[in-house]
């Protein structure tokens, strides 16, 4: 497959852009050896921007549901997973490895997903470099590297970050696989496809432009037989994702049934979502269309557009429906193409210095959405850490624990608090008849007679809302009345969002 540099947006001659451009076809040997470790660098760079400060942002919600999941033993997760959360069951078999060997600290929760990251970033610089140049891949390298959106799903314990690896891999080894389609470029495609299925069913929409860009090259060399073996590949690759997609079908009521049916303004929303920043999000699009633009050098520009934009407009059409997939973080894994795009609109302005100062606008630009992204969107705050501390410090063997559930439960309280609680805290979950583990789910089986529940038990650790003198605020009416008719309150203490009372057994 021809590389193409793309001319310039200032008048420059086509024959001195194509010119440039044999020189670096026939200057293979003459690239700085230092270029072939190009994704290296990228995904060093991804990896340290990933990591730093994964520490400090407490888990939210879902990354405690990975957590929770994680930690039970093979056999539990594999039964939970027949009930729920079917669709992240690879990533959570993989997390459940990971923390067997190197523990479940927040760190290393989600090392998982930067180093995850940190191979997309690789592959994008590959991909950049197949397509474009070397230039368009230092700059596409640099540009994913220091996306808002890379640094949160980097520091994500969720399989958003694998997903985008597998799709940013399967894209590269695409066009690998057209410009020699031989079996043993095809099989780790399939496998790449197979992958990006299993951790996220909706990241198979990606097949849709990767056939357009097999039916586009198919209509300029008429080669049947790639066409064909694109066809085997796909079905092959898709055979170990059909069981799971049938069982994801009987859970999606359950799992994504909140999510609302998409307007054309949500394509504007989830165009900003998906790179973490307004601002860089707009600025990814102007830079995007300019090699889209420009006559010579337009086909892989098209072909990646096609991988940035068929699966966005797909999805939104198929959550037309009675189901609704159009989430930002669902489509993550079209955000790569974007990138690589903007940055061979970058790389191809001359004179030169003005794509540099161009990239180094756009980093500036995020520089404030990184802040935010890291500490006060999504992951704000320690209250379930300084809740635990509350419960730690007072604790008494046999206490119990009441943490706001009912319809609260997707806030999961409980998790936020028994994620930090030590080893030696063992608090007995007052109103739960039968635990999640034993219930196959994430979350137990509550007591429908709840007063019936508590037992003997002498003290109780009732952690729920903030914001009101009660401490039941927002539980369940029976279990507020059994607490109330058995218990007094002893002491209440706020810590943000969350305040923790301890109740004693009136005697």
Known sequence: MTTHTLPSPTGRPASEAASDDAAGHRGASRTPRSARFDWLWAAVLTLAVATVGSDNPQLWRDELASWNAAIRSTGDLIGMLGHVDAVSGLYYLLLHGWISVFGDSEVMLRMPSAIAMAGAAAFVVLTARMLFDRRTAVFAGLLFALLPSVSRYGQEARSYAFVVLAVTAATWLLMRALERPTPRRWAPYALAVAAAGLFHIVSLLFLLPHALIVLLRWRHDRHGRTVIAYAVTVVVSLLPVIPLVLLGQRQVGRQISWIKT??????????????????????VAAMALLPLAWSRGRRPAVELALVG??????????????????????LLFTMPAWAVLAAAGLAALRPRPL?????????????????QIRTETIKAGRE???AAAVIAKGYRPGDGFVPVRGADSVYMTDFQVEYFLPERVELRDVFAQRSAVANDDLFPVECEQPEQCLGTTQRVWVVTWSGTKNPYHKLPEAQAEALEKHYKLVETKKVHGLQVSLVERVR
């Open 384 to 386: 379930g850490e300084e």
């Open 309 to 330: 934009a068929a699966p966005i407009a797909a999805a939104w059409v198929v959550s037309q429906g009675s189901t609704s997939y159009f989430m930002d973080r669902y």
């Open 355 to 371: 794509g540099v100062a161009g990239l180094a606008a756009v980093i500036l630009l995020g520089l404030p959405d990184q802040r």
């Open 262 to 283: 998409p307007h054309l303004r949500s394509i504007a929303d989830v165009w900003d979502a998906l790179f973490g920043s307004p601002l860089i999000a707009l600025a």
